[in-house]
């Protein structure tokens, strides 16, 4: 059971990411999925996730409008694009599974698989 994050690295502010998440060893269709992020010197923080069953979403006020998380059961990975991005969206950022609901909280019972995460840096 793993997931692979990919699709980080150095962008100008202003500019897109899109990373991606692909599961091995288990479906991703029956968990909601998250997307968590983690500065430098700052507590790991959810900013997307998606419920499984009806797809809906929810984003940190921070990203609303900028980040959109999808996700593809087919080839079981989770994406997140990232669009007009700026300097204090700079961190690794982790997808992982959740077999309750979607929530960017982490709580107990939640969010029991985790990528090894991928740094996106904005900086011109």
């Known amino acids: 059971v793993q997931l692979q994050a990919s699709g980080g690295g150095l962008v100008q502010p202003g500019g897109s990411l899109r990373l991606s998440c692909a599961a091995s060893?288990?479906?991703?269709?029956?968990?909601?999925l998250g997307w968590f992020r983690q500065a430098p010197g700052k507590e790991r923080e959810g900013v997307a996730c998606?419920?499984?069953?009806?797809?809906?979403?929810d984003y940190a006020d921070s990203v609303k409008g900028r980040l959109t998380i999808s996700r593809d059961n087919a080839d079981d990975t989770v994406y997140l694009q990232m669009n007009s991005l700026r300097p204090e969206d700079t961190a690794v950022y982790y997808c992982a599974t959740d077999p309750l609901f979607c929530t960017l909280v982490n709580r107990t019972g939640h969010y029991d698989y985790w990528g090894q995460g991928t740094l996106v840096t904005v900086s011109s």
């Open positions: 998606m419920n499984s069953n009806d797809g809906s979403t």
């Open positions: 060893g288990f479906p991703l269709d029956y968990y909601s």
